[in-house]
């Protein structure tokens, strides 16, 4: 048999949005990292497999497994995701009577420069589902939320939606 030997992925530096004060796992104040480096880096909080452990029935990841180093692609990572979160998606799945599906969570890198996407913070994105988004709408526990079709946003939330990005209120 041949021997394959499987090269980790290049390391290049890159910035990485900060935590806002007080935030879960906030002890330098900021999230470092590198693309390349292992993911979760040293986060404290409730890792992926507690969080999705968590999710109620009828509450899904997108992809079934976590992130494993950052800057990868075609994954979802719940590591540092804050329990409000968790149990706000597990209510807003309730009130909307059908399957909630996370789209995105804490990998940064994933999302736009200031992005509230990282551990300890209040953001997180729904597959989008009309009565998910009216759920949404009538959740006193999301300060806000935006419709948007490949990052781009949808105004009114008119048209082709593909998530709905929601902040949680602290």
Known sequence: PQLTILKEPSITAVS???????????????????????????????SDAQAREALAPGVSVNHPNNCTYVGQKNCTSLDGVSESIIQGTNDLQKAAGVPVVITGGTEYWLHSKGTKHVPGGTAVDYRYDPAVLEAVKKSEKISYYQCENKGIKVYGCVGTIDHIHVEYKK
């Open 16 to 46: 990485v949005p900060a935590l806002e004060a007080g935030a879960t796992g906030a002890t330098t104040g900021a999230v470092g990292g590198l693309v390349g480096a292992k993911w979760p880096l040293s986060i404290s909080g409730i």
